[in-house]
C-alpha cells in the first residue's frame, strides 16, 4: 500500500500545481451563482420607473388603468403627433397609444412609444391592464356580473401521490422530482466524464513522457494504474466538496433574498384572500390574480423539504465514485493502448456512446419517469449511475438500488481487471496503431 | 563467488513473434556484464523479466542465490532505453518520488539526493521544471534516478544512445566507480567500443536466441586466429618468396616507409619459426599478434548465424 499511496499523493499534487485546477474549482460555481445574479438583476431593472402618457381616442381608459409600485399612468388629450413632438423633451418614459377602434374594431391593437426600452414586465403590465378592462367593460355590456365569472373558475390542485407495495401513499412532486433528477443525472454524466477523461490523460502522458517504465520497474503496472485512478477519484471528491459547499454558500445567500420577497408576498396574498372571503366583494380579486403563480413558487419550496437530500447525496456520492472507477479504468486501458490523442477516436466511441444514452434516457425521464427503459437503464452498469440518479428522487425501492450498486460495484471489479491486463501490455507499446483485435490479445499475455 | 543474477532457459512469446528462445545466462557479482545483440533481437524483453516488468513464459530468474520476488525491484536500478521523466514536475520532487518508489525513505532520499546533486553541480536544478532543462541536463537526472537507491544491481538499456561525449563519460566513470563500490551493472549495446573498455563478460543474443557468452578476455582468445602481423623496410616479393607453406600471407599494404603484411600461421608453426624465415630478407620494425575486436567477433558471429538461418542480416552498425 505504501507505494500506491505515494503514487496517489504524486496524482493529487501534481493537478493541485496546475493553476487552472484551482481557479476552475473556486470559479465554477461563483459563476453559475453570478449567472443566477445576473438574471435576476435583469429581471429587478424590469421594475425601473415608468412615467407612462395616455393617448386614449377611446376616451374609454380614462383613470382605470391602474398603476403599480413604479408604474404610473397620466392622461393626455394631446393629439398623437403632438405628444410625439412633445414627448422627447418630457420627463415621461412612454407613450401608451390607444386607437379608437380599440373597443369596436377588431383589430386590437395598442401601441407604446418609448425612449429607452421598458422591459418585459412593463409590457405584459400594461398588456393585461388593456385587457382586463376591456374584458369587464364587456361582460358589463352583456350585463353580466364579473363575479360570477370570476367565481364560476375555480382554481384546483393537482397533488400527485405514489403508492408503494404495502398500499401506502404518500404526496410526491413528480414535476420537480423529474427537474432534479434529470440534473442530477446530468452531473453523473459530467463528473464521470470529466475525471474519467483525467484519468486517460494522466495514463496517456505518462507513456508519451516515456517514464513509464521507470515507474513500473518499481511497482506493478496494475499498482500504478490503481493508484492513478484512486488518485483522481479522491481529487474529484475534494473538487466535489469544494464547489459543493462554495455553491452552497452563494445560493444560500441568493435565495434567502430571494425567498424574504416571496415570504412578504406570500403573507400579503394570505391576508388579501382572508379579506375577499369576509367581504365576499370583487373589490381586490384583480390584485389576487397576478400572486397565483407566486403561490405555486411557495408550495415548491415547500415540497423540496419532504424530499430526502441525506438519501439522494449518499447515493449521489456512491453512484459517483462506482460510475467512475467502471469508466474510469476502461480509459486508463484506453490511454495505455495509444500513442495520442487523434488515435484514441476509435477507442472512445464505444466507452461515450453507453455513457451518453444514459444521458440521454436522463432527459426521455422527465417526461416519463418510470418506464422500463429507466428501469433497466438504471440496472446496467454502463448507464445505470446516470439514470438510477435520475430515478432516485421519484422513490426508488432501497432493493432495486442494492442490485443495481452491486452489479455496478461488480462490473467495475471486472473492467479494472481487465483493463490492467491491457494496460501492462499497452503502456510499453509504442509506434503502431492499435485495433480491437489487438488489445483483445494482450488480454491473454503473460 | 555465487553469481547475482542468473537467467535460465527463458521463453517468452508474443502474438506471432518469439522474443526470447530458451535463453539462459549467468552474471558475476561485481562485474560489468555486456548484453549485445542486433535491434530486435530480445535485449529489452529479457532486460524487462529481469525488472519483472513483463513475466517469462517459462523459465526462471535466481537473483542473488533466490528466486526473483516482488521486493527485488526494490535492489535494481533500472534505465530504460525509452527514458523520460514528468515534464512539468519539479526536478527536486520528482527524483525524490521516484526514489521513494524504489523503498527509500523520505529522509534517505534527501540525504542522497543531496549528495548526487552536489557531485553533478545540479543543486540549482531542484525547482525547476524537467521542461526547462536542456537534453544533457535530463540525462542526467535520469542516471540519478537511476542509481539513487544504490542498487546491487544496475541495469542499463543502451546507455550510452542519446548521451553527448560529456555525459557518456561522465557516466562510463561512473559505472567503474559504482562496479568498484560492489555493484554489478547490466548493459545492453551495440556500441562495441565500450564493450571493450568497460565489459568483464558478455552475452551475445541474434534472433531471440543467446549464440556466444562468456568473460571478454576468453572470448577475444577463442576467436585469435594465430594471426600476426609484421611491418617492415625492404622488398615485398623478397618477403613473399620467404614464406612456406606453414605461413599464409592474408593481406598486405604500403604505410609511409614501412611495408605491412597479415601472416596467419598454419598448423602448428610458431611465430619464432616465422621470424627465423623472415628476418634473413627485410629489416623488422614490428610484430604483433592481431586479436579479433568484439566488433570483429560480433559482426562475424551475427553473420554467420544468419546466413545458417538462411535469412539476410538486418545488422547495420
Known sequence: ?446 | MEPILEVKNVVKQFATHRALNDVSIVVPKQSVFGLLGPNGAGKTTLIRIINQITAPDSGEVFFNGHRLKEDDVNLIGYLPEERGLYKKMPVGEQVMYLAQLKGLSKNDAKTRLKYWFEKFEMQSWWNKKIEELSKGMQQKVQFIVTVIHEPPLLILDEPFSGFDPINAQLIRNEILELREKGSTIIFSTHNMGSVEELCDHIALINKSQKILDGSVRDIRKTYKSNTYRVSFKGNMMGFTNALWTGAELLDKGQEDDLTWAVVKLLGNTTPNKLLEAILPVCELHGFHEVIPSMNDIFISKVNSENNITGSKSNFTE
Request: aromatic share 12%; proline share 3%; with cysteine.
Open chain 1, 1 to 446: 500500500m505504501g507505494k500506491i499511496g505515494l503514487i496517489i499523493k504524486r496524482e493529487i499534487f501534481s493537478k493541485l500545481r496546475n493553476k487552472t485546477f484551482i481557479i476552475m474549482t473556486f470559479l465554477a460555481p461563483v459563476l453559475v451563482a453570478a449567472f443566477f445574479a445576473i438574471v435576476i438583476w435583469m429581471s429587478m431593472s424590469d421594475k425601473a420607473e415608468q412615467n407612462i402618457v395616455v393617448i386614449d381616442e377611446t376616451e374609454f381608459f380614462k383613470d382605470k388603468l391602474a398603476g403599480n409600485d413604479y408604474i404610473s399612468f397620466t392622461y393626455s388629450h394631446d393629439s398623437l403627433d403632438k405628444a410625439l413632438d412633445k414627448f422627447y423633451a418630457s420627463d415621461k418614459t412612454c407613450i401608451l397609444y390607444i386607437p379608437s377602434n380599440l373597443i369596436s374594431g377588431a383589430d386590437g391593437a395598442i401601441k407604446i412609444f418609448y425612449k429607452k426600452a421598458p422591459g418585459f414586465a412593463p409590457q405584459t403590465y400594461i398588456k393585461s391592464q388593456v385587457e382586463k378592462i376591456l374584458y369587464e367593460y364587456k361582460l358589463k355590456a352583456n350585463n353580466i356580473d364579473p363575479t360570477i365569472i370570476h367565481n364560476a373558475k375555480q382554481a384546483i390542485k393537482l397533488i400527485t401521490e405514489k403508492v408503494n407495495e404495502k398500499g401506502e401513499h404518500a404526496e410526491q412532486m413528480t414535476a420537480f422530482a423529474s427537474i432534479l433528477g434529470f440534473f442530477c443525472g446530468l452531473l453523473m454524466f459530467m463528473f464521470i466524464m470529466i475525471y474519467g477523461m483525467m484519468v486517460f490523460r494522466s495514463v496517456m502522458e505518462e507513456k508519451t513522457n516515456r517514464i513509464v517504465e521507470i515507474i513500473i520497474s518499481s511497482v506493478k503496472p496494475f499498482q500504478l494504474m490503481l493508484g492513478k485512478i484512486l488518485g483522481i477519484a479522491i481529487l474529484g471528491i475534494m473538487q466535489f466538496i469544494v464547489m459543493g459547499l462554495i455553491s452552497f454558500a452563494l445560493t444560500t445567500v441568493l435565495s434567502s433574498a430571494l425567498l424574504k420577497d416571496v415570504q412578504k408576498d406570500m403573507v400579503k396574498f394570505n391576508e388579501q384572500k382572508a379579506q375577499v372571503m369576509k367581504n365576499g366583494t370583487t373589490a381586490n380579486l384583480d390584485k389576487l390574480d397576478p400572486m397565483q403563480d407566486k403561490l405555486e413558487v411557495f408550495e415548491v419550496l415547500g415540497q423540496i423539504k419532504q424530499l430526502n437530500f441525506v438519501e439522494i447525496f449518499i447515493c449521489f456520492v456512491i453512484y459517483f465514485l462506482a460510475g467512475y472507477l467502471f469508466y474510469s479504468s476502461i480509459l486508463a486501458a484506453i490511454g495505455s493502448a495509444v500513442d495520442s490523442e487523434s488515435d484514441s477516436q476509435q477507442f472512445m466511441m464505444p466507452v461515450m456512446l453507453p455513457l451518453i444514452s444514459g444521458y440521454v434516457i436522463a432527459a426521455q425521464m422527465m417526461s416519463n419517469p418510470e418506464s422500463n427503459l429507466a428501469t433497466w437503464g438504471s440496472m446496467i452498469p454502463f448507464t445505470s449511475p446516470i439514470v438510477m440518479m435520475a430515478r432516485i428522487p421519484h422513490g426508488v425501492p432501497i432493493w432495486e438500488i442494492l442490485i443495481s450498486m452491486t452489479l455496478l460495484i461488480l462490473s467495475f471489479l471486472g473492467t479494472a481487471w481487465l483493463a490492467g491486463k491491457i494496460y501492462r501490455v499497452g503502456i510499453l507499446m509504442y509506434g503502431k496503431k492499435t485495433s480491437w483485435k489487438e488489445l483483445s490479445k494482450w488480454i491473454f499475455y503473460k
